[in-house]
């Protein structure tokens, strides 16, 4: 069966739900806009597995998410949803392309945390955006774009008092939305130590995929670590 779609870390199947789709979660690695690849084994697995106790616990918070159900290991039922092109970043700290951009030292604290906005297009690696620009681009409204950095507030306050509970630092991430047949912009795609920066709350290391951008190594000790705490706080 060939995919619907075919992203850097995931494919999309159809199912005999026309309102439903097959997530499956690839062992493929990139970083640098797909300069730098690698496989993992079991990548696919620990993120399918973190994403969904993450979209469950965001649902039983009152999040709206495309998650149907589990499948199996490497595969998550989701609902059918059109991908916003515009990627939402929210940043409780500094690190990465900010940084990078502002020359502020890693793990400077934010006072209220950023949102930023990037359009979602691979050929021009992700560049930043703003409102005025996804306006005119087409790639959301106004009353959207508000939509999308209202809930991504929320989203960081639910993420931020779990993954505290879980001994992890969320330092930035990550997120995408997707609009249903009914209009519906829900939280889509994936929530994954590939797309939230995570530290350890006492140590500060580094439990996510910047183990595998800074060549770091123990990539998926990493991610497996992040599982067994976010497991063992849901199980409480
Ligand atoms: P950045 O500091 O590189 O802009 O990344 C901010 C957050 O977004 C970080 O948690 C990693 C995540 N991220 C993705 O999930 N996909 C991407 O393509 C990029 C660039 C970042």
Redesign the pocket.
Do not use: P, Q
């Given at each position: 069966m060939e995919p619907i779609y075919e992203g850097k870390a995931k494919k999309l199947y159809t199912t005999d739900d026309a309102e439903v789709l097959r997530m499956e979660y690839k062992d493929d690695a990139t970083a640098f806009?797909a300069q730098k690849k690698a496989q993992f084994e079991n990548k696919g697995k620990l993120n399918k597995a973190i994403t969904l106790l993450m979209y469950e616990m965001l649902e039983a918070k009152g999040v709206a998410t495309h998650l149907v159900s589990d499948l199996d290991e490497v595969n998550l039922l989701v609902k059918r949803v059109e991908i916003l092109q515009v990627?939402v970043?929210v940043?409780n700290l500094a690190?990465?392309?900010?940084?990078k951009r502002m020359a502020v030292e890693v793990g400077s604290e934010f006072k209220i945390p950023i949102v930023?906005f990037?359009y979602k297009s691979d050929e021009l690696g992700?560049p930043l955006i703003n409102d005025d620009y996804a306006r005119e681009m087409k790639l959301a409204t106004p009353e959207e774009c508000a939509f999308l950095k209202e809930q991504a507030l929320v989203i960081n306050e639910v993420m931020t008092a779990f993954f505290l509970e879980c001994g992890l630092k969320l330092?930035?991430?990550?997120i995408e939305f997707g609009k249903g047949s009914d209009g519906k912009i829900v939280l889509a795609d994936e929530v994954s130590p590939?797309?939230?920066?995570l530290w350890d709350a006492t140590t500060g290391e580094k439990m996510?995929?910047d183990r595998f951008r800074e060549d770091l190594g123990g990539v998926m000790d990493g991610y497996e670590e992040v599982l067994a705490r976010i497991s063992k706080v849901l199980t409480k």
């Open positions: 806009n990627e970043i940043r690190a990465g392309s900010f940084s930023e990037s992700d330092v930035d991430f990550k590939d797309t939230c920066r996510d995929k």
